[in-house]
Every structure is written in structure tokens, then in C-alpha cells.
């Protein structure tokens, strides 16, 4: 089975703190997702990454960075936590060749809840 | 401004009752995809449709893709607690990336 493990199910931070996310993934999968949820709105994509250190900008990027120097870690960065990132951050990753199903599942690990005061 | 538009927002329903989700776009999209988030937990995917009209049926769950492909719906016949979660429909336009619709919460009580 696809395992995506994010390191923490539930974070505290303070604002204006520095505030890291880890995400691994055990299937090899090319490309890696960073999203927020919150209620009303869906999921919207804050970066993602097809390929070792290669990465793009999603929908909602400001105030965020990532990092990903190997093929299976991808990282969230907040450099200075604020109270409006409050949010569930969910991760995902999949093959590339997206247009080839069944190749563009998305596989998402269970969720960080940060809380930011 | 929301590229996917689902409908309606919340739900609750008795056990056996059916009922249709919609997800609207103005856009097309190449392939769109139905995902169910249960509490705690990441979305899962349960059906990706990929042709204008498609149908594809999963148990109790019909899905159907737009003739378009501007648009889909989820029907669930019989609803059962199971079904509990948050749908999310998500629909790829050629990024490498999807674009998730705003999610319907569906409860259905026993």
C-alpha cells in the first residue's frame, strides 16, 4: 500500500514563528503536493514539486516556501507563522505521466492541524 | 474564486435515502476525479472519469461526467452511516496539479 506519513498529526506554534512540515512518501512517486483545507473552500494547492529539487507555485503560495532535496521528503516551510495560516495542511504525491490513468492518483497523508496563536 | 463549484455544501440524510452531489465549472477539464475524506484522514480517491458522458458506477455510487466536461455528479442510491464524509470533486486542466472543488459534507444518520 501507498503510505504517505506527515510527521505531525497536530502542531502549536506562535506567530511569527519559523515552522516546518515534513512530509515522506514511499512509493517513488515523482511529484509531491502541498495543500491547505479549510471549511467552505476545498483544498488549495500551495506548491508542488515533480522532481527533486524542482518546484512550482500553486494557487496560494505567499508566506510559504518548500524544500525538497530528496525524491521522497517534501517540506512545508512557514517563515513567520501568522494567525490566518491556521489550517489543516494535507500532503500528497504521485507518479508523473498524469495523463495516463490510473498514474494520476493522488495519494494524501492524514493531515497536519497547525495551530498558529 | 472558486474554479470548481460543488453543491450543495452540507447534507444529512436518513439511512436509505438517496441523493446527487454536483460539481460545476466553467472550464474543461481533461479529466475530473471524485474524492471522500472521512475524519482524521486524507481524501481517498474512489473514480476518476476521463470521457465526456461517461458513467462509471462504484457499488451504490454512480458518478457521471458532463458531455462537456465542464461538469460531474455523484449519486448514492440507499445512503448507509459508511457514507459518511467529505466529497471532493477535482478536476485536471493540463497543470500538473488538480483543482479541488469546495467539498459537500454529507452525514447520513442512521
Known amino acids: 500500500d501507498v503510505k504517505v506519513t506527515q510527521s505531525s498529526r497536530y502542531l502549536v506554534k506562535r506567530t511569527g514563528e519559523k515552522v516546518f512540515l515534513e512530509c515522506v512518501q514511499d512509493?517513488?512517486?515523482?511529484?509531491m503536493f502541498w495543500y491547505r483545507q479549510d471549511p467552505g473552500l476545498g483544498l488549495r494547492l500551495i506548491y508542488f514539486s515533480y522532481d527533486v529539487k524542482m518546484k512550482e507555485k500553486g494557487d496560494i503560495p505567499e508566506g510559504y516556501s518548500v524544500s525538497r532535496e530528496k525524491k521522497e521528503r517534501f517540506s512545508l516551510i512557514l517563515e513567520s507563522a501568522s494567525t490566518n495560516q491556521t489550517s489543516m495542511y494535507l500532503c500528497?504525491?504521485?507518479?508523473?505521466?498524469?495523463?495516463?490513468?490510473?498514474?494520476?492518483?493522488?495519494?494524501f497523508g492524514a493531515g497536519t492541524r497547525l495551530s498558529v496563536l | 474564486t472558486q474554479l470548481l463549484e460543488q453543491s450543495p455544501q452540507f447534507l444529512s440524510i436518513q439511512e436509505g435515502e438517496n441523493l446527487t452531489v454536483y460539481c460545476n465549472s466553467s472550464s474543461v477539464f481533461s479529466s475530473l476525479q471524485w474524492y471522500r475524506q472521512e475524519p482524521g484522514e486524507g481524501p481517498v480517491l474512489l473514480v476518476t472519469?476521463?470521457?465526456?458522458?461517461e458513467v462509471k458506477k462504484l457499488k451504490r455510487l454512480t458518478f457521471q461526467f458532463g458531455d462537456a466536461r465542464k461538469d460531474s455528479s455523484l449519486h448514492i442510491t440507499a445512503a448507509q452511516p459508511g457514507d459518511t464524509g467529505l466529497y471532493l470533486c477535482?478536476?485536471?486542466?493540463?497543470?500538473?496539479?488538480?483543482?479541488f472543488g469546495s467539498g459537500t459534507r454529507l452525514q447520513v444518520q442512521p
Open positions: 500528497a504525491s504521485s507518479f508523473s505521466q498524469i495523463w495516463r490513468p490510473p498514474r494520476d492518483i493522488q495519494y
Open positions: 512509493m517513488d512517486h515523482e511529484n
Open positions: 472519469v476521463v470521457t465526456g458522458g
Open positions: 477535482a478536476g485536471r486542466t493540463g497543470r500538473r496539479a488538480l483543482t
